[in-house]
């Protein structure tokens, strides 16, 4: 099975998804304290389907001009559109399913303990989430550059607000792990693939390659010219397994 694979800065993917499961967990436990953490149903919204473009767009006379014609003047911004919506609408989908299931998770468990979110993210801390005055004065005494000769008098509770939020989003991210884990939390949504037209495109290694890697790069670009090492290596080390391709 040959698999397109296109370069859109996914390094930090993981990182991006702990932060936002954070800040839902954190979410969720200001709404249940404004008294908000039941869901209300969603009003039921309109169903929008794009409607498919005709193959023929306009006549001259008896001559068609056709949607094979647009594309061939347009593709390249055509397809950067329609990539953009497609992603956009899979990050939309993405979050909306990891907040309903942390929302389910976070109220089963509230309900089972008979307690509040907040109270939940605090047992997760080990009981507080307030920094010590002993942690208060380590982390200035290790932090000269950030507090800029300040005495700890005057910045004490930006001190106490940065550790106490600390504690706070670690306890969350520990909670939320604890309890997919409890409650058997399966995602079974896919990554975010686009399938790709590379016909015409110049590309260098075998057509039927298992990978297929597609570079969107500018010639006249420095630090696109700087990535080309990188490629050379990936061609050096995986040779006839690995087709790339470039694109502007």
Request: aromatic share 4%; hydrophobic share 45%; net charge positive.
């Amino acid at each position: 099975m040959r698999k397109e694979v296109l370069r859109i800065g996914v390094g930090g993917a993981k990182k991006l998804v702990a932060a936002a499961a954070v800040a839902l967990v954190l979410i969720a436990a200001a709404c249940a304290k404004d008294g908000n953490a039941t869901p209300k149903p969603a009003a039921s919204a309109a169903t929008v389907a794009a409607s498919p473009e005709p193959e023929v767009l306009a006549m001259i006379g008896e001559e068609k001009v056709t949607l094979t014609d647009v594309r061939a003047a347009v593709g390249p911004e055509l397809e950067q559109l329609e990539m953009k919506y497609l992603r956009q609408r899979h990050k939309l989908i993405e979050n909306a399913m990891m907040k309903t299931v942390l929302d389910r998770i976070l109220a089963a468990e509230a309900k089972k303990q008979g307690k509040g979110l907040d109270q939940l993210i605090s047992d997760e801390a080990g009981g507080s989430v307030e920094p010590t005055a002993i942690e208060v004065q380590s982390w200035y005494n290790a932090n000269p550059a950030r507090v800029r000769g300040a005495p700890l008098a005057q910045i004490e509770s930006q001190i106490v607000d940065l550790l106490r939020n600390e504690k706070r989003n670690a306890a969350a991210m520990k909670l939320e792990a604890r309890l997919r884990k409890d409650h058997q939390v399966s995602l079974l949504l896919e990554p975010f693939r686009s399938e790709l037209n590379n016909e015409g495109a110049p590309s260098v290694g075998p057509a039927n390659a298992p990978v297929t890697l597609v570079e969107f790069s500018d010639f006249q670009c420095p630090y696109c010219q700087g990535y080309v090492s990188r490629l050379n290596m990936v061609k050096e080390n995986y040779k006839d397994k690995v087709r790339i391709v470039y694109r502007q």
